[in-house]
């Protein structure tokens, strides 16, 4: 094919080419940018840019909401930019193995991470972390938030209100333990409040994913635990839970008969249901950082995921680069303050 010579129109046919993704990205970059017009040259540019785009999930599959938002994302992007994005999971630690991964990856945008709350709570349940959460993490955009967690049982359990719950957890002989993600997990945090505030005791079960951990509870080897609304909805509806309050400032609209912690008579026990969020690892190029969570602001206005995260009981943010490390910095400081009031002690 002859090559044409101005620069512009250069670049033009590249994109029309359906050049690889993470290639039109630097390109797109060093259009607005003369001083980065080197950085297509190097050696990711030239022999990495074939690859899909890894999205990893520091959980386990099975229907848990990081890595339903994941899929979701990975769907709508490859649709949208024409370049495999897929699915990594790499649950344990809770979160810190699919961290650190990404913590170890080349800062190329080939490798991204979708990640819950957890990740900044993290700091404040390990006394040391595999990576440095200021330089091996670049914040990219907060994907979708959550208004509230459901408190959700195992059919069996003898209790239709939350009150009931409360005073069975309190009668003498009773043994009940709960699941969660793993230790320093915002349900994990969600549920020693609900402890701390109820005067219950419960045993803590940490699994691998939230799907394993609802999985046990549906098969009655734990009797509850706090989940997000994707799961709530769904197993509520096959009628393999029942949800007993609900930790939003407000009923939740799609499970309105489901009442608010402080309708069922727990005052204090008002919680936002986290968030999920989009990570590249620390040293990616700020221009490159931008021109992904381009991609991905685009991908998060689309009818199909709108629609996805609607069912799902989410709401899509997508939040600029800048502001989003803001977000994450204060996030830090606020579960610090909510682990110490949890009584959970660093390990």
């Known amino acids: 094919m002859r090559a044409a010579s101005p620069r512009t129109r250069w670049h033009g046919r590249l994109f029309s080419m359906k050049a690889p993704l993470v290639l039109r990205r630097v390109l797109s970059v060093a259009a607005l940018m003369p001083a980065l017009w080197l950085y297509p040259h190097t050696a990711h540019a030239q022999a990495g840019a074939a690859k899909p785009v890894r999205l990893i999930v520091p959980f386990a599959g099975g229907g848990g909401t990081p890595d339903s938002v994941a899929r979701i994302l990975a769907q709508a992007l490859s649709t949208q930019t024409g370049h495999s994005h897929v699915v990594d999971n790499r649950p344990g630690a809770n979160g810190l193995i699919g961290a ?119 098969a009655g080897e734990i009797q509850t635990m706090f989940i997000t609304p994707p799961q709530a909805i769904q197993g509520v509806k096959a009628r393999q839970i029942r949800a007993l309050a609900y930790t939003g400032k407000t009923r939740a609209p799609y499970m309105p008969e489901v009442p608010t912690m402080v309708e069922a008579g727990l005052a204090n026990m008002v919680l936002d249901g986290g968030w999920f969020a989009l990570f590249a690892p620390g040293g990616t190029p700020a221009p490159l950082v931008a021109s992904i969570h381009q991609d991905v602001r685009k991908a998060l206005e689309t009818p199909m995921v709108r629609e996805r995260f609607e069912a799902m009981g989410v709401s899509p943010v997508g939040n600029p680069p800048a502001e989003f490390a803001k977000f994450i910095e204060s996030e830090i400081a606020t579960y610090a303050q909510l682990v110490k009031l949890a009584g959970i002690k660093p390990e």
């Open 100 to 218: 650190e991964l990404l913590a170890r990856s080349p800062p190329d945008g080939n490798t991204l991470m979708v990640v819950s709350t957890s990740f900044v709570i993290n700091p404040s349940i390990y006394l040391k972390l595999p990576f440095n959460m200021a330089t091996d993490f670049a914040p990219v955009t907060n994907l979708c938030a959550v208004d509230g967690l459901f408190l959700t049982v195992n059919p069996t359990v003898p209790a239709q209100t939350l009150q009931d719950f409360i005073a069975w957890l309190k009668q003498p002989g009773t043994r009940a333990s709960y699941g969660t993600p793993g230790i320093g997990n915002s349900l994990h945090l969600a549920t020693e409040m609900f402890n701390n505030r109820a005067g219950t005791t419960m045993v803590h079960i940490p699994y691998k994913g939230s799907g394993p951990a609802m999985a046990a509870v549906i």
